[in-house]
């Protein structure tokens, strides 16, 4: 049984070995891709549940590695965000995504995900005014997207920091929402424009009653609140018409559309007659 433990040791101690490896790998990589530019921004769109039009899109930043290949959002954002590489990724997927979105209709907003480093420093509502102000984008089409881990880590100049962004008149919007530990006491301490319910209450939401009454109540809430509501990872008709039925506003997911590059999205907005 010892000699047991020990091979179980050696097995754990390797794999978080390899697991190092790939870190500082993707660490080392993601510096090169930042400083020869080799990150791109895909877009997604978010449709209007009735009207079925797309009113928003929300930016998510790709890297696709010559011989790693593909690495998550999910995977390599983690890692900016300890190493602080986030900070010149962050402003780098604000401005492109402002300039690009500059030149699409009036009526459809750019989303762009926050985190919690850009969120903390001095820097973020300079960033904002000049990514507005370079890119020409009306302010009220600029919606930001904060995590509830977001508002946890920092604590310090989270209400001064979202009321001065807010006064700039662009949008707020809380996403995961339901997924985090206090969502509803956030609610209470600040103000957002809109809820994103997490896809992990949309996925089961025709088959699991707990899944639906939570969603019943999340866009209860969002009305009686004045924000409005979106949900993700919309992949069904049949969650689409539900979402509806019940008062969602805005559809998000791979049935309205994957997330796509520049090109294939405003092909898409003409395709849709949104462009
Ligand atoms: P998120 O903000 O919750 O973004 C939604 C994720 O769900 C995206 O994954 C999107 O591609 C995926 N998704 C959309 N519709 C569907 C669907 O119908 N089914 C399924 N299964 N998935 C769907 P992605 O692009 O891999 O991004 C993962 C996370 O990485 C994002 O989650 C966000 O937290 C982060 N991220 C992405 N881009 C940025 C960025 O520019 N800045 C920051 N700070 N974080 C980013
Ligand atoms: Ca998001
Ligand atoms: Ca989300
Ligand atoms: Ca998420």
Known sequence: AKADGRNRYRFFDSTLDAAARRRSLIERE??????????????????????????????????????????????????????????????????????????????????????????????????????????????????????????????????????????????????????GFSSLSYLRRYHFDKLKIDQSFITDLETNPDSRAIVEAVIRLARDLRMSVAAEGVETKGQFDLLRQLGCGEIQGYLVGRPMQIDGFEAYLQENGDA
Not at 62 to 77: K, V
Not at 118 to 144: I, N
Request: proline share 5%.
């Open 30 to 179: 993601l510096a090169l891709a930042i400083a020869e530019g080799k990150l791109d921004i895909n877009y997604q769109p978010l449709v209007d549940a009735q009207t079925r039009r797309v009113v928003c899109a929300e930016a998510l930043v790709r890297w696709n590695h010559p011989t790693l290949g593909a690495i998550s959002p999910g995977e390599f954002i983690p890692i900016a965000e300890e190493t602080g590489q986030i900070g010149a990724i962050g402003s780098w997927v604000l401005r492109r995504a402002c300039t690009q979105a500059a030149s699409w209709p009036d009526h459809i907003r750019i989303a762009v995900n926050l985190s919690s480093r850009q969120f903390m420093g001095p820097g973020l509502l300079p960033l904002v005014e000049a990514a507005l102000k370079q890119s020409g984008l009306p302010t009220h089409r600029l919606e930001l997207e904060v995590t509830e881990s977001l508002l946890m880590e920092s604590s310090i100049g989270v209400e001064e920091t979202l009321q001065s962004l807010s006064r700039l008149g662009l949008r707020i919007a809380l996403d995961d929402f339901g997924t």
